[in-house]
């Protein structure tokens, strides 16, 4: 099955290359690939703007989907998503404040890196309280509510700010807000290609304290885990992923939550050893279709990304609450 995932994202990862509003015959995609020279437009086009869009959405939807498996493990809550801790809205809030709020103060300060680096402050403020209340808060549970809590005041304060704005400035706030994986460049794919892999890692390393969560946490301690490092540990590794992501490509939903569970339904495992390199493998997957069915359904454009995940995500996540007796027994 990991065989047929990789030849799958292979060939999706070449159909993103190949898909576009302008045509470019596969051998010189192949020829690209393979380091031969080529038609100097068709270069042009697959090295600054598909290879790098395809190479995000890898990326993307592998932070994404281990950043869901954490969440639903650490509050075995089989809805649980890499943005209900309201990291999200943080990244949210941070890019609303620099769009709308420095306007209404007669001030502008934007382009691309100020817009990813207002993201990252605001989701990582975000992610920073939730560490500190994770010292003082025992029960997950309570954490998960205080952090939806902390989301919803970030998103009454996005409000407030949209009802002050002018239509330039609110128009931009949405326009990040359905998400997009074209404005990565290769100096910021190395930025968020090596935070996402070393999060990634920091999952996986704590696999098998994940397993003994699935559990119970009186079974967890009963093992010798220590509740309050792995907590602390599964918080920072999903805020570092879903906070890169969202603050370099904007809100991505559904691909956290979907992906664990088609990983646990396919192979049949609980195991994080092999269930985190399964959603890597097919949340890349996934975001490699949804970007591919972006620019199929509009001729010369793409539709957004986050509008594709969710009408791609929404039917799975509707089949989970009907049969949800079943699918919570795979925690």
């Known amino acids: 099955m990991i065989i047929i ?35 100097e437009t068709d270069y042009l086009i697959l090295h600054h703007s ?11 939807g592998g932070a994404l989907s281990v950043a869901g498996l954490q969440m639903q493990t650490l509050f075995r809550n089989p809805l649980a998503g890499p943005y209900i801790l309201g990291i999200s809205s943080g990244a949210g809030l941070g890019v609303a404040i620099l769009l709308m709020g420095l306007g209404l103060l007669g001030l502008s ?40 809590m902390i989301g919803a005041i970030a998103t009454a304060l996005i409000g407030i700010l949209q009802f002050y704005s002018n239509d330039f400035q609110l128009k931009s706030f949405v326009i990040w807000s359905l998400g997009s994986l074209d404005s990565v460049g290769y100096q910021k794919l ?9 999060a990634s890692l920091l999952a996986f390393v704590n696999s098998k304290p994940l397993n003994s969560l699935l559990m119970g946490e009186a079974f967890a301690s009963s093992v010798g885990i220590n509740i309050n490092r792995i907590r602390i540990l599964s918080i920072l590794s999903t805020g570092i992923l879903a906070g890169t992501v969202t603050a370099y490509c904007g809100p991505i939903g ?17 195991d994080h050893s092999w269930l985190i390199p399964v959603c890597i493998l097919m949340g890349a997957i996934l975001l490699l279709f949804s970007d591919i069915l972006s620019h199929l359904l509009v001729d010369q454009m793409a539709l957004p990304i986050n509008s ?8 799975i996540i509707i089949w989970i609450l009907l049969a949800r007796q079943r699918v919570s027994q795979s925690f």
């Not at 594709?308 to 039917?315: D, M, R, V, Y």
């Open 5 to 39: 995932l990789g030849a799958i994202l292979l060939l999706l990862f070449i159909a993103d290359l190949l898909i576009g509003s302008v045509h470019i015959p596969i051998d010189s995609i192949i020829g690209y690939l393979k380091g031969a020279k080529i038609n």
């Open 50 to 60: 598909r290879l790098p869009k395809a190479i995000t959405a890898i990326i993307c």
């Open 109 to 148: 300060a934007i382009n691309e890196w100020s817009l990813a680096a207002a993201a990252f402050l605001g989701a990582f403020s975000i992610l920073f309280i939730l560490l500190l209340l994770s010292y003082r808060l025992k029960d997950v549970m309570t954490l998960l509510i205080v952090g939806i």
């Open 190 to 198: 190395g930025i968020m290609g090596g935070a996402c892999v070393l």
């Open 254 to 270: 559904f691909v956290g939550i979907v992906v664990p569970h088609l990983g646990r339904m396919l192979f049949q495992s609980t």
């Open 308 to 315: 594709i995940t969710a009408l791609l995500g929404i039917p």
